[in-house]
C-alpha cells in the first residue's frame, strides 16, 4: 500500500461554494476513490477561524457543520476519510506552539498569502496575533498526520512553502522527525482561482460574489443570469470577448464534452462556443442558460445528498466525534516523536533520569 498521506480542510466561515469545489473539493473524492493514498485527513479549521472571528464565536459553531453537511454531500465517506475538527485536537496546539520558535516576524510579513489575507481584512495595525501566525499553525495540522501531500488552491502555495520551511528547520535542528509535504494544485487551470460572479479577482463570501454548493435551482439561476460577462459586448452581434469573462471562466472549469449532446447540441464543442461568441451573432444569455444547465447538473446530486445528512444532525456529530478520536491518536504518536527529538520528554526517558541519579549520588 502507498504511504502517501492526504491532508487538508477548510475554515468554518460559511457554507462552501464552488470556488472551493472546483479548487480542492471535488479532487477530495477523486483521491478518496483513488487507492492511491494510505490515510487521508479532511478537518474543519474552527481553531483558525476564531483568529478573526473571536468576537463571534457563535458564527464559527454554527458553520462547523455547514461545512460538516457540504464534505458528506460532495461524495466524502466516513468509512475512507478521517474529518475531525482542529479544535478538538489539543496536540496542534503543542506543536504550533513549539514551531513558533522556528519563523521570525519577518519571514511571516513576506508570506504573500498573509499580505492578501491582511489586506482583505483591513487590520492595519491592530493584526491578531494568532491570525498572523497562522501559516504556523498550518504547518502544524500538516506535520501532526505525517500528511505528505496538500490538495489546495494556488493561492495557498506559499502556506505549503512556509511549513516546508518549517519541516526542514525543525529536522535540521532536532533530528529526522517530520515529514515533508507537497502540494497538489488542480489540473485544470481554470480551477486554480475562480472568480466570483461579479468578475472579481476571488470568490469570497465577504464580498457576497459566491455561488455556494447548497444553493436551490432558484437561487442559482439568479446568480448565474446576473453574473458579469463582457461590459463590450452590449448587442447580440457584437464581438465578444473571453478574457475576464466570467461565463467562460466558468464553462472551463465545469463543462465536459458530453454536455453538448445534453444541453446544447448546436455546437459540437466548448472551442466552438468561443469561436462564435468572439466573432459575434451569439448573446449572453444563451451562453448563461448552458452554463445554467452545466451547474445545476453538477450541483443536483450535491443538494439532494445535504438534504438527506440535514434529517440526521446528531449522525453528522457522532461521525465528526468519531473522527475526532482516530485523528487526535495520530496526532499524539507524531507529538510524542516531536517530544523525543526535542529532548523534552522528561518523564519517558528512563536513561536520563538514571544518568542524572548516577551524576547527583557521585557528587
Not at 158 to 176: C, K, L, S, T, W
Not at 198 to 206: E, F, L
Not at 260 to 281: I, N, S
Request: charged residues 25%.
Amino acid at each position: 500500500m502507498s504511504s502517501k498521506i492526504i491532508l487538508t480542510g477548510d475554515r468554518p466561515t460559511g457554507r462552501l461554494h464552488i470556488g472551493h469545489y472546483v479548487g480542492s473539493l471535488r479532487r477530495r473524492v477523486e483521491i478518496q476513490e483513488s487507492g492511491d493514498y494510505k490515510q487521508m485527513f479532511v478537518f474543519i479549521a474552527d481553531a483558525q477561524a476564531l483568529t478573526d472571528n473571536v468576537d463571534n464565536p457563535e458564527k464559527v459553531r454554527q458553520n462547523v457543520v455547514e461545512v460538516a453537511l457540504d464534505y458528506l454531500s460532495i461524495g466524502l465517506d466516513p468509512s475512507k476519510v478521517t474529518m475531525f475538527i482542529q479544535s478538538q485536537i489539543p496536540e496542534l496546539t503543542e506543536l504550533t506552539f513549539y514551531f513558533l520558535d522556528l519563523v521570525s516576524v519577518a519571514r511571516l510579513q513576506r508570506n504573500p498569502t498573509v499580505k492578501t489575507e491582511l489586506a482583505m481584512r483591513g487590520f492595519g495595525s491592530s493584526i491578531p496575533v494568532g491570525f498572523f501566525t497562522y501559516p504556523i499553525s498550518q504547518a502544524a495540522d500538516i506535520t501532526a498526520f505525517k500528511a505528505t501531500t496538500i490538495p489546495v488552491g494556488e493561492d495557498q502555495s506559499p502556506m505549503i512553502e512556509q511549513a516546508v520551511e518549517i519541516v526542514r528547520r525543525f529536522n535540521h535542528i532536532y533530528g529526522d522527525t517530520l515529514v515533508e509535504p507537497k502540494i497538489l494544485l488542480p489540473d485544470n487551470a481554470a480551477c486554480l482561482r475562480l472568480p466570483g460572479t461579479d468578475g472579481k479577482a476571488k470568490m469570497s463570501k465577504s464580498l457576497n460574489n459566491c455561488i455556494y454548493l447548497s444553493e436551490t435551482e432558484k437561487e442559482l439561476k439568479q446568480k448565474v443570469m446576473s453574473m458579469y460577462t463582457d461590459p463590450l459586448h452590449v448587442h447580440v452581434e457584437d464581438p465578444g470577448h473571453l478574457e475576464g469573462n466570467t461565463v467562460f471562466t466558468y464553462l472551463d472549469a465545469f463543462c465536459r464534452q458530453e454536455h453538448f449532446a445534453e444541453f446544447w447540441p448546436d455546437y459540437g464543442c466548448l472551442q466552438d462556443v468561443k469561436d462564435h461568441y468572439q466573432r459575434g451573432g451569439l448573446g449572453d444569455m444563451k451562453v448563461k442558460k448552458f452554463l445554467l444547465n452545466i451547474l445545476n447538473a453538477e450541483l443536483a446530486p450535491i443538494r439532494a445528498r445535504r438534504k438527506e445528512y440535514e434529517q440526521d444532525i446528531a449522525g453528522v456529530y457522532d461521525m465528526l466525534k468519531a473522527g475526532c478520536e482516530a485523528a487526535r491518536a495520530v496526532a499524539a504518536e507524531t507529538l510524542d516523536e516531536v517530544r523525543r527529538a526535542m529532548k523534552i520528554n522528561y518523564f519517558d526517558d528512563a536513561a536520563l533520569i538514571e544518568e542524572q541519579s548516577k551524576r547527583f549520588a557521585a557528587q
